[in-house]
């Protein structure tokens, strides 16, 4: 049983009338997206690529972005500074990144893909390109153009 405001003239507050129900919301829906497509891309990544979601994320963004700091990584694959750790050093023990000290901060360390990394990132970038496929696929190519130009003046707006 769901738990909504009382409308007007009902008991308790009465509900803003400009409120949206809380399904209804922005934030809500793209949250619920945010999840019921991450539960997917879970199972995608472990049963293509072996990974898990953050490691695959990881390997997807120092691909696109190499070299990385993990501070950058982080922002690049929307994970914490730990996450970012762990997942790159996942990447290093697996193979697939190299880790070399920073010559611009002698504490931080660089990454970048090896020979290894570079054929598994371009299986990630297959599975993101599918699974991109498989989440638009119910809108029309002039819908995905629409909702990608209203998603980048949201970002812009919000950034």
């Not at 500074?81 to 290093?92: D, E, F, I, T």
């Not at 970038?125 to 190519?141: D, P």
């Amino acid at each position: 049983m769901s738990k909504r405001r009382a409308s007007p003239g009902g008991l308790g507050a009465p509900a803003a009338p400009s409120s949206p129900a809380l399904e209804r919301t922005l934030t809500w829906r793209l949250h619920r997206l945010h999840k019921l497509t991450d539960l997917q891309s879970n199972r995608a990544y472990a049963e293509h690529t072996g990974m898990s979601i953050s490691d695959g994320r990881c390997l997807a963004a120092i691909g696109s972005f190499a070299p990385l700091s993990v501070n950058d990584l982080a922002a690049h694959a929307h994970l914490t500074k730990g996450q970012a750790s762990r997942a790159a050093q996942a990447l290093v023990d697996a193979g697939l990144v190299s880790k070399t000290a920073s010559n611009a901060d002698g504490r931080g360390v660089v990454l970048s893909l090896t020979a290894a990394g570079n054929t598994a990132w371009h299986r990630v970038m297959q599975l993101i390109a599918q699974r991109n496929a498989e989440i638009f696929g119910c809108l029309n190519s002039a819908e995905q153009q629409q909702l990608s130009t209203l998603l980048d003046r949201l970002l812009a707006h919000s950034g």
